[in-house]
């Protein structure tokens, strides 16, 4: 086993505020990095907490009762997550997505909904406002934030096997909760409701070809995701990733599958159809088929530190420059440098390397940013 990493000099501790350039630009017009990627998706974590301890993005060991999660005073508040979010909208962000550690722990998430999904893009059009959950909520949250204004979730499914659930999220929780709370979503109009199972190999990857089974003909699009090395807390190991080409071929052998067109440029998960037209899947394999170069993605942490990729080592501090009392016109330009002067493509590096490259160095917790 990897030697693990605790991630005391983590990242809440880098606090490094962006420098404002001189030359102010205005507040709007579209972004492209160093690779031509435009900024479209923006990602915010609304808290570092979460009720599950999944071993691939928050083991326990790491994450224990010590664990000094984020007070509440250095989170961004609404307001501020509503001012930076609509300085990225004018800067052609078309779709936020609200994370964690579990957005819903977050209170009175409705509110932040409600604020962000009276944003509108340049051109007049409504958001896409989602949020990935891990649904331990959800059948009771569900018309509120349906109500607040929330488009869809997608929800973190590891298996239908209790045992299997449990080893996963190494907490006591019963699969027939996240069950109703993805069925609650559904009645009340969150969807597509799109379903998450990371697959780490030799713990749920036998649960594959029963969760393919269990949602096909279902209006749930079921996604398969390679364990990653995220962070620096969950001992990844190359061994342990179960490549998105043998999930299709478990699944395809049994219930024949196509490839289909993605409905976007940039959109993460290759799409697979089912021959017999009862629906399809999808297998984001950020491992073994790097998409960098579509990345479209920034992060911004549930403190206020804007990420350029899921495996940075470093952020920038935009939550000192609001509390600073900078201008949305200052801060627009630090954004806009930052992206410009984007050019990660970390999976890409990564698959051409080896295992050493992705534990030595200090990234970003995956529970500190979303995923
Ligand atoms: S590794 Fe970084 S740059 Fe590549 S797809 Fe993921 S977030 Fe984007």
């Not at 001189?22 to 900024?39: F, M, V, W």
């Not at 930076?84 to 800067?91: L, Q």
């Not at 002067?341 to 390397?353: G, I, M, P």
Request: hydrophobic share 40%; charged share 25%.
């Amino acid at each position: 086993m990897a030697e693990r990493i605790i991630p005391l000099a983590d990242h809440r501790l880098l606090n490094t505020a962006p420098v404002v350039p001189s030359t102010l630009e205005a507040p709007n017009g579209l972004l492209s990095d160093t690779l031509a990627r435009p900024l479209q998706d923006l990602r915010i974590s609304v808290t570092d907490r979460c009720n599950f301890r999944c071993v691939y993005c928050m083991p326990k060991e790491v994450f224990d009762k010590n664990y000094a999660f984020l007070p509440h005073s250095s989170l961004l508040s609404f307001e501020e997550i509503t001012r930076i979010a609509k300085i990225f909208v004018a800067h052609g962000v078309r779709k936020i997505r609200l994370t964690g550690g579990e957005p819903l722990l977050r209170k009175n998430l409705e509110k932040l909904i409600a604020m962000l999904s009276d944003l509108k893009t340049p051109d007049g059009a409504a958001l896409d406002l989602t949020l990935t959950t891990n649904a331990s909520l959800l059948a009771r949250k569900a018309q509120a934030l349906k109500d607040a204004g929330l488009q869809r979730v997608t929800v973190s499914l590891d298996s239908l096997d209790e045992a299997t659930f449990r080893r996963m999220n190494d907490v006591d929780f019963p699969v027939a909760d996240v069950l109703r709370g993805i069925e609650e979503a559904h009645r009340v109009g969150l969807g597509p409701i799109k379903i998450n199972m990371v697959v780490k190999g030799g713990m749920n990857d036998q649960e594959i070809v029963p969760m393919a089974r269990y949602f096909k003909g279902s209006p749930f699009i079921l996604r398969f995701i390679e364990y990653m090395d995220v962070g620096a807390s969950n001992g990844w190991k190359m061994d342990e990733v179960i490549p998105s080409a043998e999930v299709v071929r478990r699944i395809g052998a049994e219930m024949p599958l196509q490839e289909i067109e993605p409905n976007y440029t940039g959109e993460t998960a290759e799409r697979w159809q089912y021959k017999d037209g009862s629906g399809e899947i999808g297998v984001i394999s950020s491992v073994t088929q790097a998409f960098c170069h579509d990345c479209t993605r920034a992060r911004l942490s549930t403190e206020g530190k804007l990420y350029t990729c899921l495996f940075a080592t470093s952020g920038h501090d935009l939550r000192a420059l609001v509390r600073a009392g900078r201008s949305d016109e200052e801060i627009s330009t630090v954004i806009a440098h930052l992206w410009r002067a984007r050019s990660d493509r970390y999976s890409e590096l990564r698959t051409a390397s080896t295992e050493g490259l992705t534990q030595a160095v200090r990234k970003v917790e995956m529970s500190y940013i979303g995923g």
